[in-house]
């Protein structure tokens, strides 16, 4: 009897690489032809944004790149998910098909769909567990509850051993009969029509080889300074893994091995900064374990009593102003900037910008978490949901609604020589330090030898930060008699 040579299909979707990838390294060893699958569905639930396309076309591009040197090729198609798995499964004859557990609410419901659907029919369907160091159902309480609070989250899954590192996938197994329907990458049409992305090259690599070379530096000589560099805007400190975190081009998995291996040979001596580190791979694997457990949070509060919060009605000048990096307020401003420029922000900068848009200005978090979703290369629905709602005080934290930045204080705390502010804000760079993060008490004369008009050069607050504090603290006080 002749062996089944029906090809599998590997799904790629947020693990694009081929250094551990569980899923694809099991499709690769069944000694059959294998379907390397991308779906572009623009109709999906949370589309990506703009900014998260333009990495998506460059990281495509790569991973296709790689899969060639393995003696495959990427299959690329635009549309319905499901519909078009069904097509390649009639086009090819495939039996078997292939992926890396997701944990979006919505990406959750179409593997459980597809899974059960194909089991009825016979289809073998294996997914692994690629994205994560740990399921999210993995770590929790003695009572099988989740947790709420990351500290205790962090603490709980030290106790467990992270999955293991699979290795690279170095051949895999090609059928050469083109698909119908199949597409270029360049047909997909992902690059923004706007040219507002044009320097984004200058930042960032993206794909595999651009995440190893990230890494690799981090563990060089950002690491060795990681626990304060990481707070300072204006410093190359933070391990600017995260867009490639998100698109799946490295594992956390890889990154903690990576880590330990520098331990283990003592090339790397574990204190504050490698514990620090570590952590805010933690706080990634927390806002997964949040969303796969209360997967309502992507747009609606943890906090119950949030449901009741009087939020301002959005005025569309004003969300522009805060988008467009022209609050009046230097250190927004200059995230803002950043953001718009660079496609990332630096992430102390991201709450300080996130409370004068929740806490000041009083408007819905989801304001924000949009607008982020949209410009940010590093968009990952768990660690925005997770990341806004914390700053809203509406999510899993101890600290709630009354802890309100001061964009001011927080300035002259960590860019105290204003360099991040006037590098992103060059109109008001003439500034004496005392005044870069508040123009608005600089004197007249201070002003005019900066060449400064405020209303003019560069814009009056938005708000008033001691008033505004002071509004946001009643509403809060409108809504914490509720039971959480």
């Known amino acids: 009897m002749a062996a089944d040579r029906s090809p599998i299909i590997f799904w790629y979707r947020r693990d694009l690489r081929l250094r551990d990838n569980p899923a694809l390294h099991w499709a690769s060893g069944q000694k059959k032809p294998v379907i390397c699958l991308f779906i572009f569905d623009e109709h999906a639930d949370w589309p990506l944004g703009e900014a998260s396309l333009w990495w998506l076309h460059h990281s495509l591009g790569s991973l296709a790149r790689d899969i060639k040197l393995a003696g495959n090729q ?41 899974k059960a659907r194909y089991q009825q029919q016979g289809i073998e369907v294996y997914s692994a567990a690629g994205n994560l160091s740990h399921e999210p159902w993995q770590v929790t309480k003695e009572n099988k509850d989740p947790y709420r609070v990351f500290t205790a989250y962090w603490r709980a899954s030290l106790k467990h051993d992270n999955l293991p590192v699979t290795p690279i996938v ?68 933070t391990s600017q893994l995260s867009p490639h975190l998100a698109f799946g081009e490295i594992s956390p998995r890889q990154i903690n091995a990576s880590v330990a291996t520098k331990l283990k040979n003592k090339t790397l001596i574990r204190d504050d900064n490698v514990n620090t580190f570590l952590k805010e791979i933690g706080w990634r694997e927390f806002a997964y374990h949040l969303m796969y457990h209360y997967p309502h949070t992507v747009d609606q509060p943890l906090d119950a009593r949030f449901k009741k919060f009087p939020w301002k009605k959005p005025k569309a000048k004003e969300i522009e102003r805060w988008q467009q990096g022209n609050t009046g307020i230097p250190l927004v401003d200059a995230g803002m900037r950043q953001l718009w420029q660079t496609g990332w922000m630096h992430n102390r900068v991201r709450m300080i910008v996130g409370s004068l848009l929740i806490k000041n200005m009083g408007y819905h978090w989801l304001e924000g978490a949009r607008w982020f979703w949209d410009t940010l290369v590093d968009a990952d629905l768990a660690s925005n949901t997770m990341g806004w709602q914390w700053v809203a005080g509406s999510g899993a934290d101890a600290a709630p609604y009354f802890r309100v930045f ?61 008033l505004s504090r002071v509004e946001a603290l009643d ?6 008699t509720h039971i959480k």
């Open 74 to 114: 990427l299959r690329l198609f635009a549309g319905d998910t499901e519909t078009i798995i069904d097509q390649v499964m009639s086009d090819t004859g495939a039996r078997s098909i292939a992926w890396n557990r997701r944990y979006e609410p919505h990406a959750i419901e179409i593997d459980k769909r597809i």
């Open 475 to 480: 509403r809060f006080a409108k809504i914490k």
């Open 406 to 466: 001061n964009p001011v204080r927080q300035g002259e705390r960590f860019d105290p020589q204003g360099d991040y502010v006037r590098q992103w804000v060059p109109e008001i760079a003439g500034l004496p330090n005392k005044h870069i993060h508040s123009p608005w008490t600089a004197s007249a004369a201070e002003l005019q030898q900066a060449s400064i008009i405020l209303g003019e050069t560069y814009p009056n607050p938005i708000v008033d930060l001691k």
């Open 170 to 237: 170095k051949t895999i197994p090609n059928t050469r009969k083109k698909l119908p329907k199949e597409q270029s990458l360049d047909s997909l049409e992902l690059l923004p029509t706007l040219p507002w992305a044009g320097e984004f090259p200058a930042h960032w690599t993206p794909g595999e080889a651009g995440a190893a070379n990230n890494l690799k530096t981090l563990l060089k000589s950002r690491i060795t300074a990681y626990d304060q560099a990481r707070d300072i805007p204006a410093s190359p400190g």
